[in-house]
């Protein structure tokens, strides 16, 4: 970069109006401008955008042309490239809601070098036309840089493989000086080095941030009654706030908006089912509006850049560790606290093994990689030690080591802020338990020479007389009525944590019969115990905050009276900005530049120079009618 182009720091500070970098953030924008290949491992709410955006910004002015982003959803482009306008960025996006006049006319502005970002699908880049584009702009050495984003998407072994990703390759094939960068928020080994010889990145320079997010609290309680278990967390906890509630089935997400909206929350469904429209309409509302809940299917999130959701709940189990990370990372964006809540059940673990078991369209090492993945899920479940800590670890990542604050352990794993450190978990030792069950399985399989599911075994442990009963006489085996003083629950509970152990197995192939694993062998020989945590008797929704207080106040409770009217008269006028442009109200300010032009009561535009959030664009765009605002109210 020649001495009088702006460096990638002052870009930061004058387009977007920050002083300083985040984390890895000004190592991979260096390394990019100068022409380098990047795999950005970072999570979600790290800067992704950041990274490729200034880089754009740089190489333009410095004569290298267009940067192509390659993006899976269209709302994102739409947000993105609205968010780079009001930074003053020249930036468009080429996908299916325009006409063919419309992408014409983008195309020509293309080749005329007046863009600096272009966003695209990657259906779109491998058509015909658009190659035949990219051949032409890098012809002309006006070809700067490929972004990929959302890179797990090529892997098979990912959480959201999309088949489209793989055509990627061809970008260094037909392009092998134009430098490439792909950025996920999650991805593990196996994942990772898929991403890598997929898009032929084997040279690229691999930045892993931290996976941490030290503000997103991780609760997984048992499921008991969901649906109130559900609401008494929302009432409780986040009354009035945003949120995202996950659960598997389209059916299942209509009734949970239902039964949210009667009981007065602001609710609303989306998944696949629903008409295209309707889904845009509903994305559109969840991102201007403040305390909407959207339930939803796996359909919805990625891309999701709104900052002020203070919640995402699981109501059902995710497949794996890097769906659960992902979907909870959309949580908290803009740094503040933010829950990451799951409830589940033995259920739920024969349900997403039957969807392995039973899927006609994947090989069996496929499946087999899928059922190691749903095991460490159902084992972060069950751990009762620090959850944040069996998360990292998934990643490769180690929390440190020793006291982190007060009831910690010297040499024990603790964040403070997930619902093991915080209320550690009752165990008991359970061998005694485990080897009845472990023995019913056994004698039940030896007897009738084939397997049972779960139901019937638990029936045999409590003396339960039934027509499967007498039909195989399982009345006589030793261990009919040996565990009748345990409940049905408790029952479940260590049949649940036997399987997260790998001492059973669902087999959903066979009608969901439980089979016992090698590691069975130690107890029932007497060779190893058993500790398992206490089976919950009326649980709590989560570990309780000591403050009811809401985040949002908890942000404001700083200010004075002054301040706070400032900010509520700063909010109004930000909706009817955002309304104007059609774009959510934390593309015009996020909340936190609010609450600092509040705090400081500027009298002049100098007074708003230096502000985060606030570049020069904006200063010019909007810094009068933010003074006129904060002095006579709007």
């Not at 009963?469 to 944590?497: C, N, P, Y």
């Not at 929704?541 to 009811?548: D, E, G, N």
């Amino acid at each position: 970069m020649s001495s009088d182009q702006p460096t990638p720091l002052e870009i930061l500070a004058e387009v977007f109006g920050y002083d300083s970098f985040r984390g890895p953030q000004q190592a991979i924008v260096e390394h990019v401008v100068q022409g380098g290949d990047a795999l950005v491992l970072m999570p979600t709410g790290g800067g992704k955008s950041l990274c490729y955006q200034i880089p754009a910004i740089a190489r333009q002015n410095a004569g290298h042309g267009v940067t192509i982003v390659i993006s899976p959803l269209i709302a994102l482009m739409h947000d993105q490239v609205g968010a780079l306008h009001e930074a003053g960025v020249s930036a468009a996006f080429l996908n299916s809601t325009q006409s063919f006049e419309e992408s014409s006319a983008l195309e020509k502005q293309l080749l005329r070098a007046e863009l600096t970002l272009l966003y695209a699908a990657p259906e779109r880049i491998n058509t015909p036309r658009m190659k035949d584009l990219l051949r032409s702009l890098n012809e002309r050495g006006k070809l700067s840089l490929f972004a990929i984003d959302e890179a797990h998407c090529v892997s098979q072994w990912g959480h959201d493989f999309r088949p489209e990703y793989r055509s990627l390759s061809l970008l260094h094939e037909m392009f092998p000086d134009v430098p490439r960068m792909a950025l996920t928020a999650t991805a593990d080994a196996l994942t990772r080095q898929d991403m890598v010889e997929r898009l032929k990145l084997e040279d690229a320079h691999q930045f892993v941030s931290s996976f941490d997010r030290p503000n997103i609290r991780y609760t997984i309680v048992e499921k008991t009654e969901a649906t109130r278990q559900l609401l008494r967390f929302i009432e409780t906890e986040h009354a009035g706030e945003a949120g995202i509630v996950y659960c598997q089935s389209r059916k299942r997400v209509d009734e949970i908006a239902e039964m949210l909206a009667g009981a007065g929350i602001k609710a609303m469904a989306y998944h696949a089912g629903l008409d295209a429209r309707v889904r845009q309409e509903r994305q559109d509302r969840f991102l201007r509006d403040e305390a909407m809940v959207m339930v939803a299917t796996i359909a919805f999130g990625m891309g999701i850049d709104k900052p002020d959701v203070r919640f995402v709940a699981h109501l059902d189990m995710p497949k794996n560790i890097e769906g659960y990370y992902q979907e909870t990372g959309r949580g908290g964006r803009d740094g503040l606290p933010a829950d990451a809540w799951m409830t589940y059940g033995l259920q739920d673990v024969v349900n997403q093994r039957r969807m392995i078991d039973t899927s006609d369209a994947s090989s069996e090492e496929f499946k087999q990689v899928m059922r190691g993945k749903l095991d460490a899920l159902l084992s972060l479940a069950e751990d009762t030690h620090c959850r944040r800590a069996a998360l990292l670890a998934y990643f490769g990542e180690e929390l440190g080591v020793g006291a982190v604050g007060s009831g910690s352990l010297p040499g024990r794993y603790f964040c403070g802020n997930c619902d093991n450190c915080i209320n550690p978990p009752a165990v008991w030792d359970a061998t005694d338990a485990a080897r009845k069950m472990l023995s019913c399985i056994y004698r039940v399989q030896q007897a009738s020479n084939i397997s049972f599911g779960a139901g019937h075994i638990m029936d045999i442990l409590r003396g339960k007389s039934t027509e499967k009963m007498a039909q195989f006489s399982h009345e006589k085996l030793s261990t009919f009525g040996i565990g009748a003083d345990v409940s049905e629950a408790q029952w479940r509970a260590v049949l649940r944590q036997l399987i997260a152990k790998n001492m059973v197995r669902v087999d959903t192939e066979a009608f969901s019969t439980l089979q016992l694993l090698p590691d069975a062998r130690q107890v029932l020989q007497g060779k190893a115990s058993v500790v398992l945590r206490k089976q919950a008797e009326g649980q709590a929704s989560r570990a309780k905050r000591s403050t009811k207080t809401s985040v949002k106040g908890m942000a404001e409770a700083a200010l004075n009276a002054g301040a706070l009217e400032r900010l509520a008269k700063l909010k109004a006028w930000r909706a009817e900005i955002a309304r104007e442009h059609n774009l959510p109200a934390f593309v015009i300010f996020h909340d936190a530049t609010l609450r600092a032009i509040a705090e400081r009561d500027p009298q002049a535009l100098e007074d708003l120079e230096g502000i985060a959030g606030i570049g020069s664009k904006k200063l010019d765009a909007y810094g009068a009618e933010v003074l006129r605002v904060c002095a006579s109210g709007g």
